[in-house]
Each structure stands twice: as structure tokens, then as C-alpha cells.
């Protein structure tokens, strides 16, 4: 089926829709592979957007694209900071991967997220503490932000004061991502294609130049975080170049939040337009684990990745996709997919088989899954069990416009008060909370965390 240039990639990117996407979805998956006229193929049902991500035929690399099937003019290049493995096939990005894995947890470092669960719910707490002697907050400003910045921070290695410097870095680069015509370019305005350039390639540029520091500093006096062992890590298969050391860490500082946040967010918007839900998980905390995973279905925080090109001609769902063609994955409508899930526009936190594509799947599948998951399930317990009486201010709230990486620029909540902190004043050493951890003022309230 093909459409009229343009028109389904203004649908599905118009900022009008943002807050409510699905019944677009709905449409499009009347046809499972839909052609914009000289313009991308976007899929959107889940067994075919499953078998691509599993194809080794669909590329990552924008090097195999068409330039001719590109929404705007190739861009150079940037040797400072290169595409991440992301943005790379196998087996370069297999590589990259392995050596950015080793660090970071499972096969080889098992235990490091296991031990990160005490200071994430100490990081937790600190912040709905902080909501004491308030009536109301803003959940992005005050915490869904905050905290998934100051555990990235932690576990690369960041100062944490330093978050005000790469904000706008991470909010340009995230911008990047988005398809649409009216992408933010890190505004709520929008730009032209070459301004937008220009604005990225200078947010790479400087954090490039941040980030080579940093990695200085690890090689002359290591640390037990994540940069420096990236830094220092010598396997069978070598070590990282710098510029893959760059690329690779710029890739962990800014997804290592960006999409947690959404997560977060998304997650009590849904629950508040819940609260029976809301009400079980305060009283039975082990229902979070199946919770997330249904808020990673119903309402991904990564909806799409419109960026992927086959190697060769691909049939699939009677539909021919030419070798460098552009194609879009719309991960967030093969979620609501009724072939695939019974009754899919329901919010259900029993639900089986709940093989979602929430993280995508595949070789490119989330390289942070398990980090967001934790974080996401503690972050949700306790604004569950601590905050009495929550309720919206807004619905719906403010979203951001990027239509890529989907959620609330602001989620304005009141509520009635706070339960007790739990985990107040102890760390796993026994001393008192904050004291080992190298916050500004011994708490992750120490900097300000900005306006998103």
C-alpha cells in the first residue's frame, strides 16, 4: 500500500497526536507495511516488526541508506564522536557491545546491579523526601529526572554537579533522534534541517570535549566505576579505540537516563488514570515486576526506530522493501497489536506471555534493560507506598515533542501527604545515608536538575 508522500510520517510525528498516538497506530495496522510515496516503509504490526528485528538483512548503519529514500541530505560524518554500536551492524557493533557489557553486569560482572539496589531505593527516598512540606510537585523536575541522572553519574563515573553541563547535550542529541518535521533541536520551537545540524553537531562536539577529559582523568587515577573500567579493559578482543571509548560513553551517559525517565513518568501516569491498580501495588509490592512489563507494552517510552535500512530486498507481509530503503519499526504500535495480545488497549499487570518490544529485540535490543527495569520497579514502589492520596493536576500532561523517545515534558501531581522513608539513615555499611556516596551536600538533591 502506498500513501500520498509524507503523509502517514506527518500523522504519526504531528505534535497534535502526541499525547494519544494509539488510535493512529490502530489505523496503520490495518495494513501491517504501509509505503509513503518516495518516503519510509513503516510497519507497525508485531510479528512483523519481530521477524525484522531478528533479520540480519534490516542494517542500523544510515551508511547503507539510500540516499534518495532519506528524509533530508546525508550528514558527514563527526569524527569526534562517531556513531554509537547502535547506530553499527554486526559484526562491529557485536564487538562494541561485548566490550561495553563486560563492565556493566551479567556474564561478567553479575553481581553489580544485585548491589546497586540498596543505593537506588537510598536515591529513591532521598528524593520523595524532599517533597516534605508540599502539597504538590512536578514528577518529571522533582524525581522521574533526578534520580536516573544521578545513577548513571554514579555508575559511569560523572560528578554529579556537573548534570547541569550535559542536560542540554542529552536533550540536543535525544532531539536528534526524532523524524519529524518539527523535531526540537533541544527547543519547544523547532528548527531548519541546517540549523538543527548545527545544533547537534556542536552538542556532540562539546560533550566529546567533556567526556575525553573524563577519560583522562580515569587513565591517570582509575576509579571503580564504569569509565574506568571501559578505559582500563583489556579482553581477547583488545580494547576500545578512543573514539570508540567516546562514542560508547556518550551512548550510556545520555540513554542511561533519557529513556528511564519516560519510564518512570509514563508509569504513574498510567497509574493514577489507574488507581485501582495503583491501590494493589501499594499494598503488594512484588506486583511491580509484571507491572513494568505491561508499562513497557502499553505505553513504551522508546515508540519507535525509524532508522534502519535492509541490505537487500525483504519481503514481508506481501510487500517488497528495496535494498536502502528507509524503514520505520513502530515498536509502540506492535505492542497494542491484537494478533499478538488479547484485548491490548487495556492496561493489565497479570498479563502472560507478555513478550513485549518495549526494549525492541534482537542483537539491537536494550543494552540498559535490566538497569531501567530495576530502576523503574523500586522508583514505583515507593512513590506508590509513600505518597497519600495522589492525583493529577493535568491530564493530559505536557508532552515533549520528540514523537522518538514519548513522554510528559511536565507531570504536575498533588497529593496529601508522605508516609514514612524506610530506608532512612542506614547504607550498606551501616553509616548514616549520603555519606559514602559523593553527592553534592551528601544527597541527589544536591544540584539542580534543570527544567525538561
Known amino acids: 500500500m502506498t500513501q500520498t508522500q509524507g503523509s502517514l510520517v ?20 490495518k495494513t501491517p507495511v504501509v509505503h509513503d510515496e518516495e518516503g519510509p516503509y513503516i510497519v507497525s504490526t508485531y510479528w512483523e516488526i519481530h521477524g525484522l528485528l531478528h533479520d540480519p538483512r534490516l542494517s542500523s548503519d544510515a551508511r547503507n541508506l539510500d540516499p534518495r529514500a532519506a528524509s533530508e541530505p546525508p550528514e558527514e560524518d563527526d569524527p569526534g564522536l562517531p556513531p554509537s554500536f547502535l547506530r553499527l551492524d554486526p559484526p562491529e557493533h557485536d564487538r562494541l557491545r561485548r566490550l561495553a557489557t563486560a563492565p556493566f553486569g551479567p556474564p561478567h560482572t553479575p553481581r553489580r546491579l544485585h548491589e546497586m539496589r540498596g543505593e537506588l ?71 531548519d534541517v541546517a540549523e538543527r545540524r548545527r545544533i ?150 497479570q498479563r502472560r506471555d507478555n513478550q513485549h518490544l518495549g526494549f525492541g529485540s534482537g542483537v539491537h535490543s536494550c543494552f540498559g534493560a535490566p538497569l531501567a527495569r530495576l530502576e523503574a520497579q523500586i522508583a514505583l514502589t515507593e512513590l506508590a507506598r509513600r505518597l497519600d492520596g495522589p492525583r493529577l493536576l493535568e491530564d493530559p500532561p505536557t508532552y515533549r515533542r520528540n514523537a522518538v523517545l514519548r513522554g510528559p515534558r511536565h507531570l504536575p501531581l498533588a497529593f496529601e501527604g508522605l508516609r514514612p522513608n524506610r530506608t532512612a539513615h542506614r547504607s550498606p555499611n551501616g553509616s548514616p545515608n549520603g555519606s559514602r556516596h559523593g553527592y553534592p551536600n551528601g544527597s541527589p538533591n544536591g544540584s539542580p536538575n534543570g527544567s525538561r
Open 10 to 29: 506527518r500523522q504519526i510525528t504531528d505534535y497534535a497526536h502526541r499525547a494519544d498516538p494509539y488510535p493512529i497506530y490502530a489505523e496503520l495496522r
Open 121 to 191: 531505593t537510598r536515591i529513591v527516598g532521598e528524593l520523595i523526601d524532599g517533597f516534605d512540606g508540599r502539597d504538590r510537585i512536578d514528577l518529571v523536575d522533582h524525581f522521574s529526572y533526578p534520580f536516573p541522572v544521578t545513577v548513571i553519574c554514579r555508575l559511569l563515573g560523572v560528578p554529579r554537579e556537573d548534570e547541569p553541563r550535559f542536560h542540554a547535550w542529552a536533550d540536543t542529541l535525544a532531539a536528534s533522534l526524532d523524524p519529524g518535521p518539527d523535531a526540537e533541536a533541544g527547543t519547544d520551537t523547532g528548527a
Open 200 to 349: 547537534t553537531r556542536q552538542a556532540r562536539t562539546e560533550l566529546a570535549t567533556y567526556l575525553s577529559e573524563l577519560i583522562e582523568e580515569r587513565r591517570r587515577a582509575p576509579g571503580d566505576d564504569m569509565l574506568s573500567a571501559l578505559v582500563g579493559e583489556q579482553g581477547p578482543e583488545g580494547r576500545m579505540s578512543r573514539v570508540e571509548l567516546l562514542s560508547t560513553a556518550a551512548l550510556l551517559l545520555v540513554a542511561g537516563h533519557e529513556t528511564t525517565v519516560n519510564l518512570i513518568t509514563n508509569g504513574m501516569l498510567t497509574l493514577l488514570r489507574n488507581p485501582d491498580v495503583l491501590a494493589r501495588l501499594r499494598e503488594d509490592p512484588h506486583l511491580v515486576v509484571p507491572l513494568v512489563e505491561e508499562l513497557l507494552r502499553f505505553d513504551p517510552p522508546v515508540q519507535m526506530l525509524p532508522q534502519r535500512t535492509p541490505l537487500s530486498e525483504i519481503d514481508i507481509a506481501g510487500v517488497t522493501i528495496p535494498q536502502g530503503a528507509s524503514v520505520w519499526l513502530l515498536l509502540a504500535s506492535g505492542n497494542r497489536d491484537p494478533q499478538r495480545f488479547p484485548d491490548p488497549d487495556r492496561f493489565d499487570p
